[in-house]
């Protein structure tokens, strides 16, 4: 299945509502979980380790083709390093998630794998549903439209700040064959899913775009576009690490809860927060075109969750692939 983009004048909206013809509403956010002592230093071996959840909320029924595309930054911006982590038990085909059933502890290192979920044909997907529904069709198709390149996840093999393709999620995945997603029911007309877990080794970070679609007459694809998954250190999502970040931290000191200068997200902003942006003061990012300062901004929501504006886009028309 391939979707043609026609964006025309797409607009950036500072909410996180986005309106999409003749259905759903979408609601797209980017939620860091805290990773386990034990676990990021069988990671990182010392170096940072971050887990974001790409999540999303469709009010009127669930998506069964998704699309993201993601590249840490760090090749032109000095200072910057890493890549995706990719778990032992990690699908180098499809980054297929393996953290449904039985599960991981916190401990594993597993339970922080870059990955895939499945469609929300059940929100509650199990192993089963999970190797059944989820089907990688290939690399991304937005923003330019059909693509026939081949899906690029990270590998296990790949898990070195060097390996290019270990910095690069583009991938398009869910029902090839078109099948359409349960219908919603009271209970999760308005539930809030995981599609995608990214795991950051080092100081780097980068720039998420993709929709979610169905395949329902009236389902447009539904674009989220410039999330800002931020580089170490970049308390107030303005792309770089300087002494606002830096005051925001000591401001905050020994304070415990949920905090935006908690940047492990360990329950207390202290010293390991300290180093991290003293480590990557002043190193930067350059953001897409059109993305302002207060886009993927942290704010003290539950379960840290970074607010995202998306982009609401005009005259998107489905097409099957021959």
Known sequence: ??????????????????????????????????????????????????????????????????????????AANSGLSGFLYASPNHNNSTAASTNFTPGYAATDPNAYDTSLSTPAFDLNPTAGTQSTNLNVVGAADYPVGP?????????????TTGAAASKVLNVVWGDQSGNQAATATAGDAASTYTIATITVVGNSGGFIQGYLGGTSASNTPQIFSKIYVPILGDINGDFVVNQLDLNTVNQNFLNTGNQVADLNKDGVVNQLDLNFVNQSFLNTITPPAGTGPALGSLVPEPASMLTLGLVAAAGLVRRRRA
């Open 1 to 74: 299945m391939r979707w043609v983009h026609a964006l025309g004048s797409a607009a950036l909206s500072a909410s996180l509502l986005v309106a999409s013809t003749a259905q759903a509403t979408l609601t797209a956010s980017l939620v860091q979980v805290p990773v386990n002592a034990t676990a990021a230093n069988t990671i990182g071996g010392g170096a940072p380790v971050r887990t974001f959840q790409l999540k999303v909320n469709q009010n009127a029924e669930k998506f069964n083709v998704a699309n993201v595309q993601f590249t840490l930054g760090g």
């Open 147 to 159: 693509a026939a390149a081949s899906a690029v996840v990270p590998t296990t093999a790949g898990n």
